[in-house]
């Protein structure tokens, strides 16, 4: 089974500042890694697929780089909104999908 | 608005069965490979089980296979979980999830709103 570890656990910033997050495989999962948002009490929802494309809709603000192994998720200036968890995924492996164990944003 | 929603949650006493279930509708559903994913109380997000838009082809988790079930009915848009030999550590939030094809296994771009299963004596 492929294991995601997502870096920091927490990240507590301010509206307006940028965010920087991080999904490490333990094998390389080429480029078959997509990000989520989820806020208490709501499903997930998708973000960034293939590594580095959005979603329709999804505000520029969001963009996602990596391959094989080193994934980030940047969040260039934060709004309220974007205070939640966000979950890594990885979907390339035969057996097993597999997801990070998330990253809580914080307001500090 | 494509829409999945789960039903068939709920309290089951240990070694008990449970079936949830997924409608889906807006969509082709037979052109979609959807999944179960799961989340214990305050915890992260497990994939449980996935099954191709045919049908044809399953996969699950280690910690649910020769447990669980997966299996849909495209003629009723509808997606099924048995679930056996429910242990404690089952308890959690299970979401049905589509994947984008009928083939790929993900990312999954639209989810239901959750069913609870709580497994306690």
């Known amino acids: 089974e492929i294991v995601l570890t997502q870096s920091p656990g927490t990240l507590s910033l301010s509206p307006g500042e940028r965010a920087t997050l991080s999904c490490r495989a333990s094998?390389?999962?080429?480029?078959?890694l997509a990000w989520y948002q989820q806020k208490p009490g709501q499903a997930p929802r998708l973000l960034i697929y293939?590594?580095?494309s959005r979603v329709i809709g999804l505000p520029d603000r969001f963009s996602g780089s990596g391959s094989a192994t080193d994934f980030t998720l940047t969040i260039s200036r934060l709004e309220p909104e974007d205070f939640a968890v966000y979950y890594c995924?990885?979907?390339?492996?035969?057996?097993?999908?597999?997801f990070g164990g998330g990253t809580k944003v914080e307001i500090k | 608005e494509v829409q999945m929603v789960e039903s068939g949650g709920g309290l089951v006493q240990p070694g008990g069965s449970l079936r949830l279930s997924c409608a889906g509708s807006?969509?082709?559903?037979?052109?979609?490979?959807i999944s179960w994913v799961r989340q214990a109380p305050g915890k992260g997000l497990e994939w449980v089980s996935g099954?191709?838009?045919?049908?044809?082809?399953?996969h699950y988790a280690d910690s649910v296979e020769g447990r669980f079930t997966i299996s849909r009915d495209n003629s009723k848009n509808r997606l099924s979980l048995q679930m056996n030999s429910l242990r404690a550590e089952d308890t959690a939030v299970y979401y049905c999830?589509?994947?984008?094809?009928?083939?790929?296994?993900?990312?999954?771009?639209?989810w239901g709103q959750g069913t609870l299963v709580t497994v306690s004596s």
């Open positions: 999830a589509r994947a984008t094809t009928a083939v790929s296994r993900g990312p999954f771009d639209y």
């Open positions: 807006e969509f082709i559903f037979s052109s979609y490979a």
């Open positions: 099954i191709s838009g045919s049908g044809g082809r399953t």
């Open positions: 094998q390389s999962v080429n480029r078959d």
């Open positions: 293939g590594a580095s």
């Open positions: 995924q990885q979907y390339g492996s035969s057996r097993a999908l597999t």
